[in-house]
Nanobody
Framework: QVQLVESGGGLVQPGGSLRLSCAGS????????MSWYRQAPGKVRELVAF????????NYADSMKGRVTISRDNVKNLVYLEMNSLQPEDTAMYYC??????????WGKGTLVTVSS
């Protein structure tokens, strides 16, 4: 019943921008912190951005160099990831995760972002 569905991925040219969305259902969305992770082939999954349940706290991976913004809409049960100045090394599957304390996490199936000319 619990679902996290990512969308918004696709092919963009270097220097381009993209906004990813993740829709949650089957759980109380506003009680969960949300995160975006990414994983490229042959590499470990890494945290991109984090936002607390109310949106009051956000954290970002240093490697993103201020190019990423995470936000959420608890009325619509959506979390967003805005990415700017994308480069080929940003190519990866991007996943959203819902977490509440030390309880089990919920994961989406991912959306593919490809940065290429």
């Amino acid at each position: 019943q619990v679902q996290l569905v990512e969308s918004g991925g696709g092919l963009v040219q270097p220097g381009g921008s993209l906004r990813l969305s993740c829709a949650g259902s089957g759980f109380t969305f506003s009680n969960y912190a949300m995160s975006w992770y990414r994983q490229a082939p042959g590499k470990v999954r890494e945290l991109v951005a984090f936002i607390s349940s109310t949106g009051g706290i956000t954290n970002y991976a240093d490697s993103m160099k201020g190019r990423v913004t995470i936000s959420r809409d608890n009325v619509k049960n959506l979390v967003y990831l805005e990415m700017n100045s994308l480069q080929p090394e940003d190519t990866a599957m991007y996943y959203c995760k819902a977490a509440r304390g030390l309880r089990g996490d919920y994961w989406g199936k991912g959306t593919l972002v490809t940065v290429s000319s």
